[in-house]
């Protein structure tokens, strides 16, 4: 799978402000997820899916609906830590969820980590049934298009995930009704051990998108710059009354599928460290370094910060009690509200 | 001193991993989160992370050694400021002996509740739900309800329409069930006739042959004290009915009702007493209550009564009743109340109490096989105090219900004379008027009496000389010195106040 | 006041609300100009227009997921699934997704959506056109599950279940729609979700039961009035929540209950009826509860004559209460 997809017509590349903004990020995604792996081997972290080789999808994409979308709204699936926290999930949000503790803000830790909602920083992740998410996407869209209200909304899902019926549903639904929506597949090749080609009989899930009548482009994922312009291609798009948009990112996933999985039954060494090589924050850090933006000291900083930060918030997270149980029963109706 | 490094729980499924190889030898120094061992599980391999920053001082599990979660596996000597740092969560030093005889079952269970806290947090009353309905004549309303059930309409067609035309041609089938003839006069019940498989499908499962009392009709004769063999059945395969107990008591009435009649007679007394001057005072009459009341109340006072008072820590009581509260309310339709859960340890305690479950009889004391337990209930006409027959058989949430049952009877005066009689023993919930402390009178001819406290949130004395603020609750028996001495109301309180101490958010009611 | 059938009161409902509150809006297969197959949509489409009276793909799934995802963005979508045999491509969605969006969000989201429903047999639907699928709801924590018998409870309740907060499944029999009729008055009223109804009130024994086969539970309490017994009638008319109360004040009075449904037997709202009497009037019972429900196959099969085999009739709830009765 390549892409050959240049800078879009129309679109500004990001300039050296919004590339060193889009690396900070990354390196405190980058820290977060190696802890919360640790700590799943500590036994204190239940269970983790990493988003490590995901992080430039999905930071750059959320920059592209910041930039480009009066308003939009996240519907993400378990492995985008980073799309949560570039909604402004806090680490330590982020760490009480990965530790199922008190204050957990999203689901009040009754939901696996990353899953629950936050209307107002604009993102949920209701179900572990994959695919589940991609319908109720397209129906938060048709909301903002009967209301008048100038809302992107943007789903990410899997290569896996673009099995299920619910995706071509949806798909077409979406693209009937002209409606404001953005599939973002996270193609990673895998489908927990099912590699791609036994999951689809094309190359890439973008093809589909010709079948559904709308655009259909897959970029390098691990390209921060060019997950940014295909995103922002398609987000003006929507925006403009353009209807959906689908944009496939070419990502790698250099470890098991969560921490419960063992990759080396189905996957050799030698694929995972060829995988490592296109590192999303290796290749940034190597771009910004080369170009200036970024001095070593500055990288130091960065990096020492958000290590200094993922600490504060493992230690916050480790004090805080379990949730108590006397509200077990609360929301499960409007009545059962506190 | 060395800290024993522990094979963390990983994994949703998985009891033991296999030792793989050490990344750190002895001696050597590790950063906190660094990786020390490689292990493979039954679902994956990974390396473990130092717990702590500091020097490795001892490998306990060698390289192929399959280990049990939760089992150590090397010693560190910790750095203090990273011992400092991890205080909230230290690893607990094991004890080699008890650690080799735990098994893993258990050490895992008691690894998952470690920390957790129950937050007791009273829930708020329900609101209460109005949904306007439009007024409407009640009949007529009732009639419209159900409106009218038109059999010879033309069927709506499997796919749809119906009306406007569209209906399939076929959708008027007759229906081949005939319409039930309702002009011919009552004809006596035919035996049902269905042939086919719904026959088996409504008919009653077959019972035996011995005759069967129903749960109403072993309830009426317990409460009446008959014994059912002793009634004629007229009911199918000769089962006694409720009726059939009506007539036999009917039979034995005559003498009952003359003891009925000497009760009354103090109120006779009383009658006759020489008239007072009027000095404005209001003359209020008696209801037959009230003189009941006067009467149970006159021979309490002549019982050689003792009190006693416990203190209890209602912190687990008020966490319970919130985490049920809602859900028992929405399926019962009737409150869970503190009352149900001090009834239910009060009908347990008693169990193992009996010389509380009893009365005075004279030339000797008669203890209750059963815990029929009475509640007093605040009726509109005075205090009236009816009976949870068996009541150390029901559950917290049966007697939520049965309480509820009792007091609506009560204050709606619909008692019948099997809902007040044979009570063993009494509770009365003083509490809810306020009360922190009482001094209860027996109710005759009852051993004892239990009465239930407000809860008020008092400052308390806990472990390690703490004060802290904690939900309270008083616990006060008055007993008839006679039947027994206050080292068994001592005890009945001690096993009361335990059983309401260790209830918890997740304790079942059911 | 006027009489209306069942579908009438469904469509002034429909209309009502939509009226009402520009938030609210119809979706599902036909929906639109042809009105849904059985026209319980017919005309909304000429007055509100296709924005908001949305024919779909032919779907379920993703009518559901996207009524759901709408709802959760603060619409009030009613999704129709064109038979109640058709629902199960969205399982997932209403049983998965909906009934947990508000639990698992801490209330964080919620799902004021609501799934109407043609259900039941009768009618020559056959093995795909027949089926009650209450039980499979009823079970779910976070969904509600209304069933009206009557014109009045259709009304009043379909529009207490367009204004409510939770995920509602809405079923409507097919034989009721045209068969029934009832006054319904005229213009707004809303009856509370939950809540049972005596709707004939007697002394011997209690008769529960909803949907189409309280109207064959009336007639045969009045073929057993003639015939001297005193028959209570309960109208569930939701079946999540259930009114227990309701159901045990009866039984309580009456000491005999029998339960009557469509539905298959085994493990149908029967069951819990039965179990939620055994646990709170145990002491009343003079006799077994019973049950009188569908037979124990897919419902239903085609040929009129195993139509009937299966239906709980009014002979056949007769013919239970006698047994009943007679214990």
Known sequence: MQQAHPAPAGIEPLGPEDLLDLYAAMVRVRALDERVWILNRQGKAAIVASCQGHEAAQLGSVWALRKHAAAHFCFTYYRDMGVCVAQGLTMREVMLGFLAKEGEPISRARQFPLHGADVGRGFMNLSNVVGSHVPEAVGWALAAKLRREPTVTAVYLGDGAASQGDIHESMNFASVHNLPVLFLVENNGYAISVPLHKQMAIDRVAERAAAYGMPGVTVDGTDVAAAYAATAQAVQRAAGGGGPSLVEFDVERYLPHTSDDDDSTYRSRDEVEEGKKRDPLAKLQQRLLAEGVLTPERNDELRKAARREVDEATDAAEAAPYPGAADVLDHLYAADGR | ?510 | MPTLTLIEAVREALREEMERDPSVFVMGEDVGRRGGVFLATQGLVDEFGEERVIDTPLAESSIAGIAMGAAMAGMRPIAEMQFADFIWPAMNQIVGEAARARYGTYGGVHVPMVVRSPYGGHVRGGLFHSQSVEAYFAHTPGLKVVIPATPYDAKGLLKAAIRDDDPVIFLEHKRAYRSVRGDVPDGDYTLPIGAAEVKREGADATVVSYGLTLHYTLQAAETLAQEGASVEVVDLRSVRPLDAETVLRSVRKTNRALIAHEDNRTGGVGAEVSAIIMEGAFGHLDAPVMRCAGLDIPAMPFAPTLESAFMPTADKIAAALRELLAY
């Open chain 2, 1 to 510: 001193m060395p800290i024993i490094i522990q094979l963390p729980q990983v994994g949703e499924s998985v009891t033991e991993g296999v030792i793989g190889k050490w990344l750190v030898g002895v001696g050597q120094r590790v950063e906190k989160y660094d990786p020390i061992v490689e292990v493979t599980t039954d679902k994956v391999s990974m390396e473990v992370p130092a717990p702590y920053a500091g020097a490795l001082t001892r490998i306990i599990a060698q390289e192929g050694e399959a280990v049990p979660m939760g089992h150590p596996i090397a010693e560190i000597e910790i750095e203090r400021n990273a011992a400092l740092d991890d205080a909230n969560e230290p690893e607990p030093p094991v004890d080699r002996e008890v650690e080799r005889r735990a098994r893993i079952g258990e050490f895992l269970v008691e690894q998952a509740n470690a920390g957790l806290k129950i937050d007791p947090r009273p829930s708020p009353e329900p609101p209460a739900e109005s949904e306007p309905e439009p007024p409407l004549d009640r009949e007529a309303e009732r009639r419209a309800r159900i409106g009218e059930f038109l059999e010879d309409v033309r069927a709506v067609g499997p796919t749809g329409s119906g009306e406007g035309g569209a209906g399939r041609p076929d959708a008027a089938l007759a229906e081949p069930q005939a319409a039930p003839v309702l002009a011919q006069p009552a004809p006596p019940p035919p035996a049902p006739a269905p042939t086919d498989a719904e026959a088996d499908d409504e008919t009653l499962p077959s019972e035996g042959g011995e005759s069967i009392v129903s749960p109403l009709v072993r309830r009426i004769a317990q409460e009446h004290g008959v014994d059912v063999s002793e009634v004629h059945g007229t009911g199918r395969d000769r089962r006694v009915t409720r009726d059939d107990i009506f007539a036999h008591l009917e039979a034995r009435r005559e003498p009952e009702l003359e003891a009925e009649h000497t009760i009354e007679s103090p109120a006779e007394q009383a009658q006759e007493e020489p008239a007072e001057p009027d000095d404005g005072s209001l003359k209020v009459a008696l209801t037959p209550t009230r003189r009941a009341i006067a009467e149970r109340m006159e021979r309490a006072g002549q019982i050689p009564a003792a009190w006693a008072m416990v203190e209890v820590d209602a912190t687990g009581l008020v966490a319970a009743r919130s985490a049920h509260r809602e859900a028992f309310e929405r399926e019962r339709g009737a409150p869970l109340t503190y009352l149900a859960f001090a009834a239910h340890a009060t009908a347990q305690a008693l169990g193992s109490h009996p010389a509380l479950n009893a009365r005075w009889a004279g030339e000797h004391v008669k203890q209750y096989p059963t815990v029929n337990l009475g509640i007093a209930v605040a009726a509109n006409d005075g205090l009236i105090v009816p009976v949870i027959h068996g009541a150390e058989r029901l559950s917290v949430a049966d007697l939520a219900s049965a309480i509820h049952v009792l007091a609506q009877k009560a204050r709606a005066q619909m008692l019948d004379l099997g809902d007040v009689q044979g009570g063993t023993f009494t509770l009365n919930n003083t509490g809810s008027f306020g009360s922190v402390l009482s001094g209860p009178l027996i109710n005759h001819p009852q051993a004892a009496i239990l009465t239930t406290e407000a809860i008020v949130k008092r400052p308390v004395v806990v472990a390690g000389d703490a004060i802290t603020v904690r939900p309270m609750m008083n616990l006060c028996a008055a007993f008839d010195h006679r039947v027994c001495d206050g080292v068994e109301v001592g005890a009945l309180l001690a096993e009361v106040k335990a059983r309401i101490e260790a209830l918890t958010a997740v304790t079942p009611i059911r």
